[in-house]
């Protein structure tokens, strides 16, 4: 109490301090320290923010920091960079943040057409919308103007402005008709002069057509023709002189002491046994062309002649019974020749030439009988196999289709024309009144014969292309020959279905149209592969029953001999025609 007392007497009346006396019967003075239940915290930081509050506040944030660890105001995100510490700057803002020979451009969210639109109507009419407003209503520019359009922009011509000008054009083409009615002749002459410089106003694309070149000059001329005679050099003569059909017989004579023409088949000529087996060893070679042979066909019925194609663009008939030799050579194709067929007695034949020429041949003479083209390669050429059809012939073209002819009228009879590629094969099914087409479009169609509508179309997305297909001698079967090295079957009877039990695989035919076959008794299929090679399967195993190695190169055909059950023919890109 009684240092209370004291302090409430430390002033006296005039306001100045007293002296703090005690009485000596009172206790000794104490000061108690200050205590608080708070925990002790640094305030270092707080003191420097507190010291630094005002700076802070109108300090920006740095550009080149990443990270603000704190919430900065609206001020200092938009405070401006200012002095020599601006990151980019040699000198501060005025090297810093240039991106224009101005200075600095600050990107727009404007489209491209909105900013076209202000710009062209500004240069157009003196006004534009004031990109600074944010109503959008405000312009800049020539309010004058501006009240007498009623403010449109060069896009938004109002309709009957529109009208109006074509209104004045159609005017002024008027005016100056009428104005060139009245014109000086001497001034429409002189081409110093405007009247004639509006007269003789025309678009660069004018006089195009008018200016079109007749006669050739001297120069081009002698261009052409040495551009045609290099052309035709090119092309083996296709185009300039035409080949001649001529034909050389190599036999002894064309008829024996009996008055029996070379092509009369022998009289004992019959099947001596009804069971096939497979060839084992080379019994004769026929060489005599020059470049690969593309096919061969035995005689029809007695095979006592095989007649086989050469890329030397020669078609030859061999002797296969007797003599062994070539009997009669055919020369009419000025390119390689592509596929023949018999017809069914055998004394006339067809052949297809890269020429694009489809020739009809006498066996016997050797004489062309007709020639058929329609300016496209023939893939496959085959007549119709009824006996009373025997004029009907039937091409696939390198065009998608395929082509019917009368070979007594040499009239097209009909086109059939479905394929998406180049028609490689064309098998008669079903007593001959529908056939099956493949095609480099991957696809099998079957047609009803003369009429060109598909009744079938498989095209499954794993098939490959199919270049060669046979008939199973009991004509209830297809074997077609895919371009994945393997040989698949199909049906003949309606459905036309693929036969997932028989397959036959293991040779190489990818990228060869190799002839696939049977033999006569339907026991063995057999193929040539890319690699010389002639396969033979088990027509009931699938399985691989033997492979000979047959020719260098290619072994591109093989037929199985009608008669005699054990033998083959092969023919290969080597030249040569081999049997077994």
Request: aromatic share 10%.
């Amino acid at each position: 109490m009684d240092l209370l007392q004291s302090y409430t007497d430390q002033n006296d009346d005039d306001g100045s301090p007293k002296q703090l006396t005690s009485s000596p019967e009172a206790s000794p003075p104490r000061l108690l320290p200050s205590k608080t239940s708070a925990p002790k915290v640094d305030d270092t930081m707080l003191a420097l923010t507190v010291a630094n509050a005002n700076r802070t506040l109108s300090k920006p944030i740095d550009p080149t920091q990443h990270l603000v660890a704190f919430n900065p105001t609206y001020d200092q995100l938009w405070a401006p960079i200012l002095g020599p510490s601006h990151p980019y700057a040699k000198d501060g803002i005025a090297q810093g943040m240039r991106n224009h020979k101005l200075g600095f451009v600050e990107d727009a969210s404007i489209e491209p057409f909105v900013f076209d639109e202000q710009y062209n109507t500004f240069h157009k009419y003196g006004y534009a919308a004031d990109p600074s407003a944010s109503a959008g209503n405000n312009f800049i520019g020539d309010m004058e103007a501006l009240q007498k359009n009623d403010a449109i922009s060069v896009y938004n011509i109002p309709q009957h402005e529109q009208k109006k000008r074509k209104i004045e054009k159609k005017k002024e083409m008027s005016e100056s008709e009428d104005v060139e009615m009245d014109l000086n002749p001497a001034e429409v002459d002189n081409p110093a002069s405007d009247v004639w410089l509006m007269k003789n106003r025309k678009s660069p694309w004018s006089g195009k057509k008018e200016g079109l070149q007749t006669e050739l000059t001297e120069e081009q001329k002698k261009y052409a023709e040495e551009y045609a005679k290099k052309k035709g050099e090119e092309k083996g003569g296709e185009k300039g002189e035409v080949t001649a059909d001529k034909s050389t017989f190599h036999g002894k004579e064309e008829r024996d002491y009996q008055g029996r023409s070379w092509i009369a088949p022998p009289k004992d000529a019959k099947a001596t046994n009804d069971h096939c087996y497979i060839p084992k060893r080379l019994v004769h070679t026929w060489s005599g062309h020059t470049k690969g042979v593309s096919a061969i066909r035995f005689f029809p019925k007695h095979g006592h002649l095989i007649l086989s194609a050469g890329m030397d663009t020669k078609v030859k008939i061999w002797d296969v019974f007797n003599s062994g030799k070539c009997m009669r050579t055919y020369m009419g194709h000025s390119q390689a020749v592509r596929d023949i067929s018999f017809c069914n007695d055998g004394s006339k034949f067809l052949t297809a030439g890269y020429d694009k020429k489809i020739k009809y041949w006498d066996t016997e003479t050797g004489q062309v009988i007709s020639t058929f083209s329609t300016g496209k390669i023939p893939y496959v050429v085959k007549l119709n196999p009824d006996d009373d059809k025997q004029n009907i012939l039937l091409a696939g073209m390198s065009d998608k289709k395929i082509v019917q002819w009368d070979m007594n009228t040499g009239q097209i009879t009909q086109e059939y024309d479905q394929h998406l590629g180049a028609v490689n094969t064309i098998t008669f099914v079903d007593n001959n009144r529908r056939f099956v087409t493949s095609s480099d479009d991957k696809s099998l169609r079957v047609w009803e014969y003369g009429i060109p509508v598909v009744i079938k179309y498989i095209s499954e997305p794993h098939m490959h292309s199919m270049p060669s297909i046979s008939v199973h001698p009991n004509t209830n079967w297809l074997a077609a020959q895919s371009l994945d090295n393997q040989i698949l079957i199909y049906s003949t009877r309606e459905r036309f279905q693929l036969n997932k039990k028989k397959r036959f695989a293991g040779h190489i035919v990818a990228g060869y149209a190799c002839q696939v076959n049977f033999s006569p008794d339907g026991r063995f299929v057999m193929s040539g592969d890319g690699e010389g090679k002639c396969w033979f399967w088990d027509w009931k195993t699938c399985k691989v029953f033997r492979t000979l190695k047959c020719h260098e190169g290619v072994c591109i055909g093989c037929e199985w001999h009608p008669l005699e059950q054990s033998k083959v023919a092969t023919c290969g890109w080597d030249g040569l025609i081999k049997y077994w």
